[in-house]
C-alpha cells in the first residue's frame, strides 16, 4: 500500500486506461452510495471490499501482492484524479471517497505494514515500541492516557472501568508507536504522547488520525496540481485521453434509474402533474413556487429545467410548460422567446456548447446558497439552518401524511446535517418503510424510484388529472 506518491510510467492503451478509470469510477460511487446509505463502520467496510473486488482494485491476492491490481489502482486513482481537478464538486467527491477507500485500506494492514507506510510516505524514524519497554514505562504510559479527555471521549464507560482500560492498553506494546516529535506537534501540544529521548510515544488510534490528516491534505495537493498538468497535454491528447477525462463523470457507472412511467421514458406534461406525490421535498417546493410565482430565479429555473429532463421530459413540452406559465404573471411570449427559451434550449444541449447537461445532483442542491427571493436548494438543509430550527420543515412533512413521530426523526436527523439520510427517511415514510437501498443522489433518482415502486406505469395518463396536484398541499 502506498499514498499514490508518483503515477505509473508503464505504457498502456486507451481502451486499458478506459477500463481503469470506469472502475475506479464504479468503486467511489459504491462508496458514496454507503455513505449515502447511512453506512458506517463494519457495514461501510464490507461495502468497500465488495466493491473492490468486483472492480478489480485489489491490491492483492490472498496474502500475495498482485502487481496488475496494484497498477489498475495506482492507474485509476490517477485517471479520476485528472477527471476530477476542473470541477469544485468533482473535487470534493474524489477526496472525500478516496480517503474513505484509504482509511479502510490502512486499517487493515498490521502493526508493522503500518511502521513500513510510514517510513516509505514520510514519517521521520517512526517505528513499535518494544514489550520490554513497554512494560518498564506501564505506569507512565497509563496516566498518560487516564488525562487524555479526548481517547476518554471514545470510550463510554464508568471510570472504574476506563481506569482498568487503560491500564491494560499501557502495556499493550502493538498500541504504541515511535516517532519523532517534530511529527506529532499538536499531539505533544495537548499532551497526548509519552515523551523520551526526543521520540512520542504515541497511540496507534492517533497514528491513524495523523496519516488520514496528511493523505487528505496530500489529495487536495494532488488536485490542485491536476489542474495544471491537464492544461499541459489537454490539446496534444485531443483526440484519445481527453475525451475521456472529460466525459467520465456523466458515465454511467452503476445502477441505472429507467422511468417506465409513459411510453419510451418520455414524459409528458400531463404525466409529469399527474405524478407529482413523486417528487422529492426540493422539487415539491421548487415546482410549487413556480406554479404559485409564475416564474422563478435563474438558479430555480435552471435546477427545475434539468430536473424534469433527468425524469423523461422532452424539450417541446418543456417549452411548452414554462411558456404557458411564465405568460400567466407578467411575461410576454415576445418576452419569453427572448429571455427564457434560449436557457431552456440551453439545458437540454442546443444552444451555445450544445453539452448534454445532467440534472443538478443532491450535493449541487445542498452545496447552494439560495437568496430571499430563490425557492431552489435543499430544504432539510435550509430549513435547519435558521431560527425556524426545523418547525417549517417538520409542517412540510406533516403535510405530505407523515406521522408525527417519524417527521421528527427526519428532522433531527437533517438538524444534524445529515440531509440526504433524512430525504431517504422522507421517502421511506411515504413508500411503506422501504427506503433506496443505494441512498438518494439526486432528485430525479429519487423521483424515478418513487415510480418503480409506486408502480404506477399503467395508471398514467394522458389527459390532464381533474384533481388538483399534489403539489398544492404543500405548503
Keep these: 500500500m502506498d499514498a499514490y506518491p508518483r503515477a505509473p510510467k508503464e505504457e498502456q492503451s486507451i481502451e486499458a486506461l478506459e477500463s481503469c478509470a470506469i472502475d475506479r469510477l464504479r468503486l467511489l460511487r459504491a462508496i458514496e ?11 461501510l467496510e464490507d461495502v468497500i471490499a465488495k466493491a473492490e473486488e468486483e472492480c478489480e482494485l485489489r491490491r492483492t491476492e490472498g496474502l ?23 470541477n469544485a464538486e468533482h473535487r470534493k467527491w474524489f477526496a472525500t471517497t478516496e480517503l474513505e477507500l484509504f482509511k479502510f485500506r490502512f486499517k487493515r494492514l498490521d502493526e508493522g505494514a503500518k511502521v513500513d507506510f510510514l517510513a516509505n510516505n514520510g514519517f521521520k524514524a517512526c517505528a513499535l515500541v518494544a514489550q520490554k519497554e513497554c512494560d518498564e514505562r506501564a505506569n507512565d504510559l497509563r496516566d498518560i492516557l487516564l ?44 499532551r497526548r504522547t509519552y515523551m523520551i529521548g526526543g521520540d512520542a510515544w504515541v497511540r496507534r ?93 435563474h438558479s430555480g429555473r435552471r435546477a427545475l429545467q434539468l430536473y424534469l429532463k433527468g425524469i423523461g421530459m422532452q424539450l417541446a413540452d418543456a417549452l411548452v410548460l414554462w411558456k404557458t406559465e411564465f405568460m400567466k404573471g407578467d411575461c410576454s411570449a415576445e418576452k419569453f422567446e427572448k429571455d427564457y427559451a434560449y436557457g431552456i434550449r440551453h439545458s437540454y444541449g442546443k444552444e451555445g456548447k450544445r453539452v448534454n447537461y445532467t440534472p443538478h445532483s443532491c450535493g449541487q442542491c445542498i452545496a447552494s446558497d439560495p437568496g430571499v427571493k430563490d425557492d431552489h436548494g435543499c430544504p432539510f438543509k435550509n430549513l435547519t439552518s435558521n431560527k425556524e430550527q426545523g418547525s417549517k420543515l417538520d409542517e412540510l412533512l406533516r403535510s405530505m401524511n407523515i406521522s408525527v413521530g417519524d417527521s421528527q426523526k427526519i428532522v433531527e436527523k437533517a438538524k444534524n446535517q445529515h440531509y440526504q439520510i433524512a430525504c431517504n427517511m422522507t421517502f421511506a415514510a411515504v413508500h411503506k418503510d422501504i427506503e433506496i437501498d443505494a441512498g438518494v443522489h439526486s432528485p430525479h433518482q429519487y423521483y424515478l424510484e418513487s415510480r418503480n415502486r ?12 381533474a384533481t388538483p396536484s399534489p403539489i398544492a398541499a404543500v405548503q
Design 454 to 465: 409506486k408502480n404506477l406505469s399503467s395508471q398514467v395518463k394522458t389527459e390532464v388529472p
Design 33 to 43: 452510495d454507503g455513505m449515502s446509505a447511512g453506512k458506517r463502520g463494519n457495514e
Design 147 to 190: 488525562g487524555d479527555y479526548d481517547f476518554k471521549k471514545t470510550l463510554d464507560v464508568t471510570h472504574q472501568e476506563y481506569v482498568r482500560l487503560c491500564t491494560e492498553k499501557a502495556r499493550d506494546a502493538k498500541g504504541w508507536f515511535k516517532v519523532e516529535f517534530e511529527e506529532v506537534a499538536s499531539l505533544v501540544k495537548a
Design 205 to 297: 488510534e492517533s497514528i491513524d488520525a495523523l496519516v488520514f490528516s496528511r493523505y487528505r491534505t496530500s489529495l487536495h495537493e494532488g488536485l490542485a496540481q491536476g489542474i495544471h498538468i491537464f492544461k499541459k497535454f489537454e490539446e496534444s491528447e485531443a483526440n484519445r485521453l481527453t475525451p475521456l477525462l472529460k466525459s467520465l463523470h456523466q458515465r454511467n457507472s452503476g445502477k441505472t434509474y429507467v422511468f417506465d412511467g409513459s411510453e419510451a421514458g418520455v414524459l409528458s406534461i400531463p404525466a409529469m402533474e399527474a405524478t407529482t406525490d413523486s417528487f422529492p421535498l426540493c422539487m415539491r417546493q421548487l415546482y410549487k413556487a413556480f406554479k404559485t410565482k409564475h416564474h422563478l430565479t
Design 64 to 86: 500475495m501482492f498482485s502487481e496488475r491490481g496494484a497498477t489498475r489502482d495506482a492507474t485509476s486513482h490517477f485517471l479520476l484524479r485528472l477527471a476530477s481537478c476542473r
